[in-house]
T-cell receptor
Framework: NAGVTQTPKFQVLKTGQSMTLQCAQDMNHNSMYWYRQDPGMGLRLIYYSASEGTTDKGEVPNGYNVSRLNKREFSLRLESAAPSQTSVYFC??????????????FGNGTRLTVT | DQQVKQNSPSLSVQEGRISILNCDYTNSMFDYFLWYKKYPAEGPTFLISISSIKDKNEDGRFTVFLNKSAKHLSLHIVPSQPGDSAVYFCAASGDNKYIFGTGTRLKVLA
């Protein structure tokens, strides 16, 4: 039982390049989330998908797009990377669409550097 | 505007003593609160949670207290162990979203 799997673990991009961060969960969870972690800023929500077929913006969505490909997979795309997007990205999932009494389960992160 | 705040970036505690980590929130619509622990190069792992209808929840060495009128929660770790050294995040949930604080780095000294 792998839980939440993120690929790649590390990535270096040049400014203006694009890439997609992949996330898959095998817990049959309904909701999935993308966060970024920056020093002194904690974990900030980029986008989330409360259920298959829906996506919504979080606190810091600018410069990103997401796709909920199916119940298992939720990808994050950077169309034109900027140095401000250098960060550690975490994908997470929760069992229910309703966040009440439903903790998040996180992957191990993707460390992205944009030069 | 930060909805969930952890005002202490770091905390050092002697092994065997109590660690108290604090968290404040502003949105009264939050109805579920969580604590996560994070080691370097790993994802955050769920530690303990509390719903808004309770004021205390215990799990072994970990206890979370919620004061709704003050919009404040705290995590107590007793006794603290060196393996507890990590960054601790509090989070609040509501409206399909989980909002996290900035984290407190706990160092337990042997």
């Amino acid at each position: 039982n792998a839980g939440v799997t993120q690929t790649p673990k590390f990535q270096v991009l040049k400014t203006g390049q694009s890439m997609t961060l992949q996330c898959a969960q095998d817990m049959n969870h309904n909701s999935m989330y993308w966060y970024r972690q920056d020093p002194g800023m904690g974990l900030r929500l980029i986008y989330y998908s409360a259920s298959e077929g829906t996506t919504d913006k979080g606190e810091v969505p600018n410069g990103y797009n997401v796709s909920r490909l199916n119940k298992r997979e939720f990808s994050l795309r950077l169309e034109s990377a900027a140095p401000s997007q250098t960060s550690v990205y975490f994908c997470a999932s929760s069992e229910r669409q309703d966040t009440y009494n439903s903790p998040l389960h996180f992957g191990n992160g993707t460390r992205l550097t944009v030069t | 505007d930060q909805q969930v705040k952890q005002n202490s970036p770091s905390l050092s505690v002697q092994e065997g003593r109590i660690s108290i980590l604090n968290c404040d929130y502003t949105n009264s619509m939050f109805d579920y609160f969580l604590w996560y622990k994070k080691y370097p190069a790993e994802g955050p792992t769920f530690l303990i949670s509390i719903s808004s209808i309770k004021d205390k929840n215990e799990d072994g060495r970990f206890t979370v207290f919620l004061n709704k009128s003050a919009k404040h929660l705290s995590l107590h770790i007793v006794p603290s162990q060196p393996g507890d050294s990590a960054v601790y995040f509090c989070a609040a949930s509501g409206d399909n979203k989980y909002i996290f604080g900035t984290g407190t780095r706990l160092k337990v000294l042997a």
